[in-house]
């Protein structure tokens, strides 16, 4: 038969240890991610979109043709280099470009997201002759190899914002982006960009 004494301190045993269950169950219930914890969470959690943007990284060759104005039959031509990387834990790729534009220093800086939230793709550039910061944003048909984006940019000369589009494809070592004025009387060629990744 048990003690008095082994079952007092049995029954305290047992005391401590449900207490001490109630107390782990309280803290996981604490702990239990809400709705708004998982919303949070997957707004700012990197995805395939961003794996997508990853695929620039790396160091690239330039060729640049611009079509100034709609008279103009030969483009304008430049060459450069670019360098894309990643930021902030992958979630941006940034672009740092070095070249010439009509025997003058072009430098110019890219920033490239996928915002979760919206269900798109953000594109801003600043570069050394503009003081307008221009932004894109766009969609990708799933591969990552394929982007349209659509923006607006001022024309310089009549102070007018302009609509434009421009398609990027990539393929392999080779990205190629096409850009669009867009008006009333359709598309106008402006710009086109073709970038060779250099080999390690």
């Known amino acids: 038969m048990m003690s008095k004494r082994t079952a007092t301190f049995a029954l305290s045993l047992l005391t401590l240890v449900v207490t001490a269950g109630l107390l782990m169950a309280g803290d996981e219930k604490a702990a239990a991610p809400t709705a708004a914890d998982e919303a949070m969470m997957a707004a700012m959690t990197p995805g395939e979109h961003h794996e997508h943007l990853a695929a620039t990284a790396g160091n690239w060759e330039v060729a640049l043709k611009m079509w100034m ?32 534009w009509m025997g003058m220093e072009f430098t110019g800086r890219g920033t490239t997201g996928y915002d979760n939230l919206a269900g798109k793709y953000v594109s801003t550039w600043v570069d050394n002759m503009s003081t307008t910061i221009s932004m894109e944003s766009g969609h990708c048909d799933g591969t990552g190899r394929k982007y349209d984006w659509a923006g607006e940019m001022p024309d310089p ?8 589009r421009t398609e990027q494809t990539i393929e392999g070592n080779r990205m190629r982006l096409t850009s669009y004025a867009v008006t009333d009387g359709g598309e106008r060629k402006m710009m086109e960009i073709v970038y060779t990744r250099k080999s390690s």
């Open 157 to 164: 000369i009549s102070g007018d914002m302009v609509k434009t």
């Open 69 to 100: 104005d709609p008279s103009q039959t030969e483009p304008v031509e430049s060459t450069g280099t670019a360098k894309f990387y990643p930021v902030m834990g992958g979630r941006y790729m940034v672009q740092e470009y070095s070249g010439d």
